[in-house]
T-cell receptor, first 114, second 110 residues
Framework: DSGVTQTPKHLITATGQRVTLRCSPR?????VYWYQQSLDQGLQFLIQ???????AKGNILERFSAQQFPDLHSELNLSSLELGDSALYFC?????????????FGSGTQLSVL | GENVEQHPSTLSVQEGDSAVIKCTYS??????FPWYKQELGKRPQLIID?????GEKKDQRIAVTLNKTAKHFSLHITETQPEDSAVYFC?????????FGAGTRLTVKP
């Protein structure tokens, strides 16, 4: 168990809908990362937060948004969902988000858009 | 930003043989290089990492080597076992985030 908690584990929804994925980092970690993993694909970096502030942005679509709350949990919001958004979404956390820090991953949320 | 390339994409070895996976990176300022193992349907898990002030690091059957001049690093698994079958990802830091290679699917045949 990495200490990073993601909910829900599975999500099935329809095209055009909006969903929210939730992540709680390891105790003491201030930084949260979101990654998207499509079937048999690598880990695509979406966005990173540190202590409530956005720190880095990757290939995140405009339909997607995220935030980190004062209690340090983070939510990834996906709207106007398309079939191609079906993927495994991972959250990871690190102590302060600095270079050279170990990332610990949650178990992921499997999103299926039908 | 960082660009991480990983080879090969698939690797099949006989149990007991060695496996080598290679990654190259583009940002010469990168100073930390982790390797993650992801079993089917599970989370990526850190198995070994190396920092730029050392050239090699070993942990039992796995080792990582780093060549900063050539900007590449490799994962070596010796005496492979069926439970080593998984997808392996290398990574390197880019600005404030971590960029991953495309992954190598390792199959160890008994």
């Amino acid at each position: 168990d990495s200490g990073v908690t993601q909910t829900p584990k599975h999500l099935i929804t329809a095209t055009g809908q909006r969903v929210t994925l939730r992540c709680s980092p390891r105790s003491g970690d201030l930084s949260v990362y979101w990654y998207q993993q499509s079937l048999d694909q690598g880990l695509q970096f979406l966005i990173q937060y540190y202590n409530g502030e956005e720190r880095a942005k990757g290939n995140i679509l405009e339909r997607f948004s995220a935030q980190q709350f004062p209690d340090l949990h983070s939510e990834l919001n996906l709207s106007s969902l398309e079939l191609g958004d079906s993927a495994l979404y991972f959250c990871a956390s690190s102590a302060s988000g600095g270079l050279g820090e170990k990332l610990f991953f949650g178990s992921g949320t499997q999103l299926s858009v039908l | 930003g960082e660009n991480v390339e990983q080879h090969p994409s698939t690797l099949s070895v006989q149990e007991g043989d060695s496996a080598v996976i290679k990654c190259t990176y583009s940002d010469s300022a990168s100073n930390y290089f982790p390797w993650y193992k992801q079993e089917l349907g599970k989370r990526p898990q850190l198995i070994i990492d190396i920092r730029s002030n050392v050239g090699e690091k070993k942990d039992q059957r796995i080792a990582v080597t780093l060549n900063k001049t050539a900007k590449h690093f490799s994962l070596h698994i010796t005496e492979t076992q069926p439970e080593d079958s998984a997808v392996y990802f290398c990574a390197a830091p880019s600005n404030n985030d971590m960029r991953f290679g495309a992954g190598t699917r390792l199959t160890v045949k008994p």
